[in-house]
């Protein structure tokens, strides 16, 4: 386990229309956009405010060989990417690629989890500033793993990144919600074990706006699909689960209806 907690520092859809994914984000969550220069390929980074929030690429044809589809992938940051890999493999986890340097970005690498949920570690070339709240409109507010089976997902992310369970919230028949942190008292997310009518293990990332209801209606327009919701969860926040128009699962978070 790392010295400090580890959390969530970026965010990145990988898709088949640059273009037409940045364009029903903004609309959608808010976000504005502007290509990173200096990269070898199109990248189009997302922002809230003044802050970054994640970028937009297209998946690329190695990806496609193994059969990526559109999708969002979240970063973890570690001080060292190369250590952490090799924890997650000992561990039982799986590195689809190997840490790669991003000139004047950093080392990052593509792992999964043992069951199977894939995310990506971020060791950054240098330091960066503290990102604003994330309560913040279009930050992303909530992080949430549908594991394959949750205790041993949760001792896994807890010994490799110092997470902490907060609260284990009773689902009923659907099991039980664990609410996580990473560092500090406020959980940054939840886990649970996946219902049989989740294919497969993964995380999803729910995106700050203000107003569900204008956001479910902003989905549709744009040619989103409503998978789920909207719903009341607990602390008196509103979420809608959905997929882009190109099939990338996300989710909004609202402190309103």
């Not at 940045?22 to 922002?47: C, L």
């Not at 405010?49 to 496609?64: F, L, N, T």
């Not at 593509?110 to 930050?139: C, E, I």
């Amino acid at each position: 386990m790392t010295d400090q907690p580890s959390s969530f520092v970026w965010y990145e859809l990988m898709t088949e229309d640059v273009d037409a994914a940045t364009d029903f984000y903004e609309k959608v969550v808010g976000w504005n956009s502007e290509p990173f220069e200096g990269s070898g390929m199109r990248y189009i980074v997302v922002s809230a405010g003044k802050g970054g929030v994640g970028g937009i690429m297209a998946i690329p044809e190695e990806a496609k060989a193994h059969g990526a589809k559109p999708g969002w992938m979240g970063y973890i940051g570690v001080p060292d990417t190369d250590a952490a890999a090799a924890r997650i493999e000992a561990a039982g986890g799986t590195i689809h690629k190997a840490p790669t340097d991003i000139p004047n970005v950093g080392r990052f690498a593509v792992v999964a989890d043992p069951q199977g949920a894939p995310f990506m570690l971020m060791t950054p070339s240098s330091d960066n500033p503290p990102p604003p709240p994330a309560t913040n409109t279009g930050r992303v507010g909530w992080h949430e793993l549908m594991a394959g089976e949750m205790k041993g997902a949760f001792s896994f992310y807890a010994d490799q990144f110092g997470w902490t369970n907060t609260h284990d919230h009773p689902m009923g028949p659907m099991g039980v919600y664990r609410l996580f942190a990473a560092g500090g008292e406020e959980p940054i997310g939840g886990m649970m074990t996946k219902p049989d009518i989740v294919p497969r293990p993964g995380w999803t990332y729910y995106f700050n706006v203000e107003g569900i209801d204008a956001a479910v209606e902003r989905i549709k327009t744009n040619g989103g699909e409503i998978a789920n919701g909207p719903m009341e969860v607990p602390g008196e926040s509103w979420v809608v689960q959905a997929k882009d128009p190109q099939g990338a699962v996300f989710a909004l978070l609202s402190a309103k209806r």
